[in-house]
């Protein structure tokens, strides 16, 4: 802790003062030319910019004026994906999220009221009190990310993305569903569990690790109640509940993956800090749900469902660490060369194994887009194949 004189003995106080305010004006005055000139050059240069490529507010900096073709198409490609969120996101709100005086508490605009199916709250309740105000704040998440997204490509001149020519799958009919077109179908899903095997291993699929095991096998489970008759059965909606437990890791998990690997491809520096940025959040909502799907295989959780007759094991003494509850933390694997020491990382972080094109594989496989035409696939695959193409331009 410094000493309350912070000046040398052989230098007055009152002489330090006027030194260091000197210092400060002469670096103002260096600070003020240089904004000058760059405002010279920005007009000057202004003429030559679409109008759509300036921020209302006039405070782009440099870096962001320029916006290379493969960071609009990282760009764009990670629209694309937060709008599929969102709308997976927007349905487990209405049914199990909370509502404030019939309102979402949401800071984004589009969130849906929440907690419409009182069954269904109550056994998500079950695994975690918390977890319908999760859900909320998840889903405000994924909304602001796909609105930030679409405006910055268009306040620098590029098209935004849309999918809602596709928001025409069936909704739900239980209790709190609202009656719309969806683009993402979560009543009939294969749920991949092997992000939790992977994530307590010491192998990196990225160096040569085969395929992880699945904790449990989930094949055309609902992760939301589908009709009013779901909610009538105990054993029945605890299952779906646990199954969506199990399904908001999987969806945040492959996001983590994503953002780091697409990253890595960003030229701007703005670009790499937006990526790296709602990344993190992305990382931060995979931890939040790893931690929250243990329950999901303890009792009185542990349930079969009777319509699909999918069972949830016991796990909640299980010691073998690639199924132990309480080791949610990334275990240290290979990363960067097999020559350096293993180290505990997000993976897979590579463009084969986590970039957009296997993104979007990942979300076909868990039947996510039951439903949808041909139209929409090739869609959002020209749009993943323009985001992995991309290149750091340096």
């Given at each position: ?355 957009a094109v296997a993104a979007v594989n990942a979300f076909t496989d868990d039947n996510l887009f039951d439903g949808q035409p041909p139209s929409f696939f090739r869609k959002l695959m020209e749009l993943a194949e323009a985001a992995d193409a991309a290149r750091r331009d340096v």
């Amino acid at each position: 802790m410094p000493s309350s004189n912070q000046f040398s003995a052989t230098e007055p106080a009152e002489l330090s003062t006027v030194a260091a305010e000197d210092d400060v004006q002469a670096h103002w005055n260096r600070v003020i030319k240089r904004r000058s000139f760059l405002k010279g050059m920005t007009i000057a240069g202004a003429a030559a910019v679409p109008g759509s490529a300036l921020f209302a507010s006039g405070a782009a900096a440099s870096d962001s004026a320029r916006l290379t073709d493969g960071d609009a198409a990282i760009l764009r490609f990670l629209a694309a994906a937060e709008l599929i969120e969102s709308d997976l996101w927007e349905q487990y709100t209405e049914l199990g999220g909370v509502s404030v005086n019939g309102k979402s508490d949401g800071e984004s605009p589009g969130v849906p009221a929440g907690g419409g199916n009182a069954p269904y709250v109550a056994a998500l309740t079950s695994i975690d009190g918390d977890m319908p105000q999760y859900i909320t704040d998840n889903t405000d998440d994924e909304f602001s990310h796909a609105a930030f997204l679409n405006a910055y490509l268009e306040a620098h001149g590029r098209r935004k993305v849309d999918l809602d020519e596709f928001r025409n799958l069936p909704s739900s009919t239980a209790t709190g569903a609202r009656n719309k077109g969806r683009l993402t179908n979560l009543m009939n899903l294969n749920v991949d569990t092997s992000w939790y095997t992977r994530y307590r291993s010491t192998a990196n699929v990225d160096f040569g690790a085969s395929s992880f095991a699945q904790l449990l096998t989930i094949k055309h489970q609902p992760a939301i109640p589908t009709n009013k008759a779901d909610e009538q059965n105990s054993a029945r909606i605890q299952a779906i509940a646990n199954t969506a437990a199990f399904h908001f890791a999987f969806i945040e998990q492959g996001g983590s993956s994503l953002y780091t690997t697409l990253l890595q491809q960003a030229s701007s520096v703005e670009v790499l800090r937006i990526v790296a940025s709602i990344g993190g959040t992305e990382v931060d909502h995979f931890s939040l749900w790893h931690d929250k799907v243990s329950t999901a295989v303890a009792p009185p959780n542990n349930v079969t469902d009777p319509v699909t007759h999918l069972a949830f094991p016991d796990l909640s003494s299980n010691t073998d660490e690639l199924k132990q509850t309480n080791l949610i933390l990334p275990e240290p694997c290979t990363f960067i060369s097999p020559a350096l020491p293993k180290v505990s990382v997000i993976r897979p972080s590579s463009t084969a194994n986590s970039g957009a094109v296997a993104a979007v594989n990942a979300f076909t496989d868990d039947n996510l887009f039951d439903g949808q035409p041909p139209s929409f696939f090739r869609k959002l695959m020209e749009l993943a194949e323009a985001a992995d193409a991309a290149r750091r331009d340096v």
